[in-house]
């Protein structure tokens, strides 16, 4: 070969996959040791503004150059990629192991939903997601265009899940998409989600329903743990969280009972009155 001739050539990746898979807990540790490296500079520096000795002045000089090089290198070892670096090259970033197996997590708690149900007998149903008329109130719901008519984007499949208990079929459940146009920045609202419902007729109380729904919970949660082990492992090792906790069978504690806990606590409550998140937050963590 005396010549090669380059026709195209592609351009460079935006980000490597080792940037994309570092732990959360490497970049943390070193974020603070370039805070600590520039407290130090700082200091140093205000230090040599202070000083009037030229030896004194040399020796500190050097050693602000020490940190400024240590700094340098700290910053440039490890790359933080923001959130919308990822996003605009989202096909790049899915395959890292770590949302791999977060992908796999997210199915198997939807099997382990539908093992749990299937099991009591429940039926899979699949319900419209194009309305008439808001399913749980008119205030946040999307319309969109229908033909010449307006339709709504479901907010949930309520209605139906009650038309078939009424049709005595004992006890449905749906995995599928839910819309609410909730305009709000906080973790507890979505504007899209998949959501895992399901609906049962109780026979003589409504504590029936609650502890199916803490049977459940329990479910998923040893699932999880026994059989994608290694998938929470994956995530554990980028996302670093604390093991799962439960108990068997699940605890369940009355609303005034509640009440007291957070009164104890030191968290001025009436006795019927409504937690906010904040009181919920503390409540998890005295339950804890």
Known sequence: VERLFVVSQASALPFSMGDASRSETLLKEQREKVEAIE?????????????????QEKKENEQLNELIKEKSHESA???????NTRLNNRVLDLRT???????????AVGQLFREF????????????????????????CFEVKYFKETAILAQSPQFYKQMVIASDFGGVFE????????????????????????????????HEVVELLGELFVYVFEGLEKRFSKELNTVREQYPFEPL??????????????????????????????MNTAQERRLGELVK
């Open 39 to 55: 407290n130090s500079i700082h200091s140093l520096t205000e230090k040599l503004n202070q000083s009037g000795a030229s030896e």
């Open 77 to 83: 070892r490890y790359v933080h990629l923001p959130l």
């Open 97 to 107: 192991s770590a949302n791999h197996a977060i992908f796999s997590l997210q199915s």
């Open 117 to 140: 149900l299937l099991s009591r007998k429940f039926i899979e149903i699949h319900t419209p997601k194009l309305l008439g008329t808001a399913s749980e109130g008119g205030a946040s």
């Open 175 to 206: 995995i599928g998409p839910v819309f609410r146009a909730e305009n709000a920045q906080t973790h507890r609202h979505l504007c899209e989600f998949i959501g895992l419902d399901m609906e049962m007729e109780f026979k003589e109380h409504y």
């Open 245 to 274: 906790q439960w108990r068997t069978p699940t605890l369940r504690i009355e609303y005034p009972e509640a009440m007291q806990m957070l009164r104890e606590a030191g968290i001025e409550i009436g006795e019927l009155e409504d």
